[in-house]
């Protein structure tokens, strides 16, 4: 099986085999835009559902336990202050927490003292903090602020990088589509968006621009002499180039998603913590759907924008006039980078190398 991808992989780089991904940017096109609406949907209805980091409010965390009942932990704090709605949750094996509106002094200590009783552990076995929503809206500037910096900064660089803010434009859309459909995903599940839940969105940034880079770098050096000559377009290069880089991104997706998943399982069905549960899902997903993007969207988009540059719209029109005029069915197959002005005939967007030479005996 190893060697059958390695060969695959092979294939693959060579230009042997080939998918035709830019061609069919429509269909990733809309597969995106189908995904990105209904991330917006889940983020109206239901919505996010804020930790208390972010909302404010007192915290009751009942460690030792051998009755988990939360339904136990829901009448206890309604038995002091009947008006609170509290949301309880598992902790571990033997740990609740139990979190409610802002408290003051004397309830937060009767609140702590009742529960203390009604699970029958000791009064140090229950822990109080109050948390002030100034504390979330400050998180929330600061993480709105890093992702204005970051984007900022990514903008300049790949625009002084790849000399054309096509790239980076594509970049930046495959960003926001990362993390929406991201944030979308988190709404979906309901779960608390806690201090954890922002980390995890700034990383999958840097995860996802990573990718798409990798693959971006392939396509420019694929794509650096394609005026030049008028037997590929701008598209097939472009497509090569995200067939090359194919395997790299599902290797690199695999072996990132096979802890963070481990991760995710064990901190959301096993220890039941808080922390790993809420990180790893969004790393889980942003990487998930990062990968996605640096294939099936940034390359795509950028070809689509580029396409639409009168040089490259013009020559694009001029080799397909040519091959019209020649009566060549699709276009050449495109081979290795190195060798990719040599080309053979072959089907539509190439899916073989060029043959090689029989050797002959002197």
Known sequence: MAAGFAQWGNDLYTGRRSYDIVGRRRLWFTISAVLVVLSGILLVKPGLNPGIEFRGGSEFVVSGITDRSQQLAIDTVQSIAPDEAPKVSDLGANSLRIQTSELDRAESEEVAAALADAFQVAPNQVTTQFIGPTWGADVSQKAITGIVVFLLFVTVVMTLYFRNWRFALAALIALFHDLLITVGVYAAVGWEVTPSTVIGFLTILGYSIYDTVVVFDKVRENTADVLDQSRHTYAERANLAVNQTLVRSINTSVVALLPVGAILFVGAFVLGA????????????????????????????????????????????????????????????????????????GSHQGTAAQPRRRRTKR
């Open 274 to 345: 808080g922390t790993l549960r809420d990180i790893s899902l969004a790393l889980f997903v942003g990487m998930l759907v990062g990968t996605f993007s640096s294939i099936f969207l940034a390359t795509p988009l950028e070809v689509w924008l580029r396409e639409r540059e009168p040089k490259v719209a013009a020559h694009t029109a001029k080799v397909l006039r040519a091959r019209r005029s020649s009566g060549e069915e699709g276009a050449p197959v495109l081979a290795h980078a190195a060798t990719v002005g040599a080309t053979v005939p």
